[in-house]
Antibody, heavy 124, light 111 residues
Framework: QVQLVQSGAEVKKPGASVKVSCKAS????????ISWVRQAPGQGLEWMGW????????NYAQKLQGRVTMTTDTSTSTAYMELRSLRSDDTAVYYC?????????????????WGQGTLVTVSS | QSVLTQPPSVSGAPGQRVTISCTGS?????????VHWYQQLPGTAPKLIIY???NRPSGVPDRFSGSKSGTSASLAITGLQAEDEADYYC???????????FGGGTKLTVL
């Protein structure tokens, strides 16, 4: 069965960086992309970006350009999301999700499988 | 402010039908991009319930249906059940932002 297992909760200080991992299993990792979505406490969902697990192509949300980097390690079927220069409003649960867009970002993308979420708290 | 506008809340009695709207613009829904819907129970990851405007993933009851017209989309839930009480989000693509977007979410209360 398809599973996405994310790394544990993190507490960071403002200005620091965080790297969240998402280990995939139950499917051919390079046949899909991975999207990252975050949700601030009590707030809605925010799309952060997408990465192709096949060729590493990325498409980042304009709001996060320059602060976010998404990568994959095909040898371990793991995707990573690094967010730099953290601010208090980056405090959120971060989700990875499998995306059917495998090679380039498809505007019709949606996510059937999701990780369990990783809480990132930014506080001094 | 979300690019896709949803009502903050809707409610209905068990057995009733409710609809949740998702209003966009000419750069997203109105441009023909697909709309997807997710259900999120408290403390859990979102669950895909409608994809490609009106398609249901395997295992999603046919009480859930989706439609799209012009710059808006709708999620309808018939035969409302207590377990349907959750937050619902629409998702689409926006050409101006060159990325995916979510609606602000709608909290469904089953009375």
């Amino acid at each position: 069965q398809v599973q996405l297992v994310q790394s544990g909760a993190e507490v960071k200080k403002p200005g620091a960086s965080v790297k969240v991992s998402c280990k995939a299993s139950g499917y051919t990792f390079t046949s899909y992309g991975i999207s990252w979505v975050r949700q601030a406490p009590g707030q809605g969902l925010e799309w952060m970006g997408w990465i192709s697990a096949y060729n590493g192509n990325t498409n980042y949300a304009q709001k996060l350009q320059g602060r976010v980097t998404m990568t994959t390690d095909t040898s371990t079927s793991t995707a990573y999301m690094e967010l730099r220069s953290l601010r208090s409003d980056d405090t959120a649960v971060y989700y990875c999700a499998r995306d059917p867009s495998a090679y380039y970002y498809d505007s019709s993308g949606y996510s059937l499988y999701w990780g369990q979420g990783t809480l990132v708290t930014v506080s001094s | 402010q979300s690019v896709l506008t949803q009502p903050p809340s809707v409610s209905g009695a068990p057995g009733q039908r409710v609809t949740i709207s998702c209003t966009g613009s000419s750069s997203n829904i109105g441009a023909g991009y697909d709309v997807h819907w997710y259900q999120q129970l408290p403390g859990t990851a979102p669950k895909l319930i409608i994809y490609g405007n009106s398609n249901r993933p395997s295992g999603v009851p046919d009480r859930f249906s989706g439609s799209k017209s012009g710059t808006s989309a709708s999620l309808a839930i018939t035969g409302l059940q207590a377990e349907d009480e959750a937050d619902y989000y629409c998702q689409s693509y926006d050409s101006s932002l060159s990325g995916s977007i979510f609606g602000g979410g709608t909290k469904l209360t089953v009375l």
